[in-house]
């Protein structure tokens, strides 16, 4: 067994060794990929619709007969029907189709490398998801309320946002090229008996016509495009670090979206497209499109002033989901940040444990310790100074922060208030930004209306005015000059070490723990709900759902390992084999979307009682 290998069996050994398939010997990538794919071979289609016809006016439980595998032939593919729901008001049935590289005929160039791979994964699940829609539509998918009424018949895939992301909805069978695509069935019927005809329908025609959506055929015009542009945002990502910087905007990218409810780019003649200002200006070279130009953020503190309503907030937004990739069309494909960025909010109300939060505050009423700081109620400051201290360990190298959704007295404190109160714990972020850059290495870009102060610790200094954008420096360094602050006569010359806590693994939830994805940032672990909203880049409910996954498979890792390192043997699992492994044994679920696993390191540090066992190490 190769080095590699006999690493992954130890790491993921004592989860996999549980499992239905995976033998012990078996590297990283065998875990998840081992599946129900050859039982029952030999039945055909149409004996699938035979059967369900057959099936017509029995009792709903009756469906479970056509549980298995089934064949294929125009196109060739097999059907799994790993799970049928146990009655019509229960979650859809599960089911999966392989087309075999033969059949699906793709291009080698399209799954070259992982990026690839990814993106064009991603563009089929769209596609799968889309012919699902439609061919609900036009076969009638019923969601009748009423008990006797007939309901089901709706074919469900995830449906992407616009990030390209790793998903579970098609996947790509690295042993055999075969690709397999997951989606749900509503199995019909009328109150509690069997629609046979309309299922046999449904089998007949409509799952054909979703693998029809898998063929290199049907996208040959436009694939390419898709996941050349995906691998050119990929490669412009990493050279934008490598020219240290820690974002780009692209001239011609368009940042506003439709409207506060939706995700897809706004259209319309008063639109203004992003233009770099002329001192910041780079060029890039990609390997599909060629040179993209547009403006480089250096590493360092950058403040985006403005006035109301001028478009900051919309360029912060972009660059904070600017570590993912976007479709091509989005208007924010190439606005690129650090795969290591996080958003940082004000959060009142929510769990802080064992936070070591001393840069930023001291000397609390009652004498609580900040070296180790729990609450199950922060305020607007100290949930971020745990925010900032969280994001440091989790690795992060550049932090985002908006006016808008921060605690003031977290960023500033101006002379006056210093006078007035005497007593306040905070060292405001104005006077540590600086430390923390030095010491961390970690960049700062905030969106600033009204604290003035900032002009003194800013290296760059942009003005968003009518949603242009334009760079000040110079004129805030005057200004600076001109009406000094304290801000220098304030700073503070260190900002002290980030101390990487211990995770007790075991009280995260359990694989057999109920846990729910409500919405995207509502989770329901046990009798809790864990709150993700102002975790701003998990983007997808795909990917809350996937955190559940990832906190169990955490849950089954042996003790004695800090957070980041369970976040490393996390991050190895999902790049070694795919998004399949987070799955207990060899089940299946076609609504994953990776997160990063800084998201997931968010989610474990908001776990009311979880967590309440971290500790910190020294
Ligand atoms: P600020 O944070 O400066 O107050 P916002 O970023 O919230 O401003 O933007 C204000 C409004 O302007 C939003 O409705 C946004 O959609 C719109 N907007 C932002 N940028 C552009 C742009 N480049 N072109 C057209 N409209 C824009
Ligand atoms: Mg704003």
Redesign the pocket.
Same mark, same amino acid.
């Given at each position: 067994m190769s080095g590699r290998g006999a690493y992954y069996k130890n790491l993921y050994g004592s989860r996999r060794g549980r499992g239905r398939g995976g033998g012990p010997a078996e590297a990283g990538s065998a875990r998840g990929a081992k599946r129900r794919n050859d039982d029952d071979s030999g039945r055909s289609a149409e004996d699938l619709v035979r059967e369900l016809k057959r099936l017509d006016g029995k009792s709903y439980p009756a469906y479970r007969d056509v549980q298995g595998s089934w064949d294929y032939s125009d196109p060739p593919f097999r059907l799994h029907i790993d799970h049928v729901q146990s009655d019509p008001f229960a979650p859809p049935s599960k089911v999966r189709i392989r087309v075999p590289q033969a059949a699906a005929q793709l291009p080698p160039s399209l799954f070259a490398n992982r990026t690839r791979q990814v993106a064009l994964c991603d563009f089929l699940a769209r596609r799968l998801h889309d012919a699902a829609v439609a061919l609900s539509k036009a076969h009638g998918a019923q969601k009748s309320r009423r008990w006797a009424g007939a309901k089901g018949g709706e074919l469900t895939a995830d449906r992407p946002g616009q990030q390209v992301l790793e998903r579970s909805a098609v996947v790509l069978d690295a042993s055999d090229g075969a690709l397999e695509a997951r989606f749900t069935v509503g199995f019909p019927a009328q109150g509690r008996t069997i629609l046979g005809e309309w299922a046999a329908e449904i089998f007949r025609a409509s799952v054909p016509a979703l693998a029809r959506t898998l063929l290199y055929d049907a996208h040959k015009e436009s694939v390419h495009a898709f996941v050349d542009s995906v691998e050119d945002q990929e490669c412009l990502r990493r050279a934008v670090t490598e020219a240290g910087l820690v974002a780009f905007v692209a001239d011609g990218a =368009?940042? *506003?979206?439709a409207s506060g409810a939706s995700d897809a780019p706004?259209r319309g003649p008063? =639109?203004? *497209?992003?233009r770099a200002p002329p001192a910041l200006a780079r060029t890039f070279a990609l390997p599909h499109r060629g040179s993209i130009a547009g403006m480089g953020i250096p590493v360092g503190i950058t403040m985006v002033a403005?006035?109301?309503?001028?478009?900051?907030?919309?360029?912060l937004d972009a660059l904070a989901v600017g570590c993912y990739s976007h479709v091509p069309g989005d208007g924010r494909e190439f606005v690129v940040t650090s795969e290591k960025c996080v958003s940082v909010q004000g959060e009142d109300g929510r769990s802080i444990q064992c936070v070591d939060i001393s840069p930023f505050i001291h000397d609390l009423p009652g004498g609580a310790s900040t070296a180790a700081f729990s609450t199950q109620d922060a305020s607007g400051s100290t949930s971020m100074a745990a925010g900032v201290v969280e994001a440091l360990e989790l690795g992060a190298d550049t932090l985002l922060f908006d006016e808008?959704t921060c605690a003031t007295n977290f960023l500033v404190r101006d002379l006056r208030m210093r006078r007035l109160i005497e007593a306040d714990p905070i060292n405001p972020l104005i006077f540590k930004i600086r430390a923390m850059l030095q010491e961390h290495r970690c960049s700062s870009i905030l969106?600033i209306?009204g604290c003035g102060d900032y002009c003194d610790v800013a290296d760059l200094v942009l003005e968003?005015r009518q949603?242009q954008c334009y760079d000040i420096t110079e004129k805030a360094r005057e200004i600076a000059q001109e009406i000094p602050s304290v801000v220098s006569a304030s700073e503070m010359p260190t900002f002290g070490a980030v101390r990487l806590r211990r995770l007790d693994t075991k009280t995260l939830p359990s694989p057999s723990m109920k846990a729910a994805v409500r919405r995207r940032a509502a989770i329901d672990v046990g009798d809790e709900t864990l709150d993700l909203t102002k975790v701003a880049q998990l983007v997808h409910d795909s990917q809350s759902r996937a955190i559940v996954m990832a906190l169990k498979f955490l849950h089954t890792q042996p003790p004695g390992r800090t957070l980041s390192e369970y976040l490393v043997i996390l991050q190895s699992l999902m790049d070694d084999a795919s998004i399949d492994a987070l799955m207990e044994d060899d089940r299946i679920d076609g609504f994953l979307a990776r997160p990063r696993t800084i998201e997931v390191g968010m989610a474990i540090n908001r776990l009311v009682s979880p967590s309440e066992e971290m500790r910190a190490v020294h």
């Open positions: =368009v940042l *506003p979206r706004m008063h =639109v203004v *497209p992003f403005g006035g109301g309503f001028h478009g900051k907030s919309t360029l808008d969106v209306g968003m949603y």
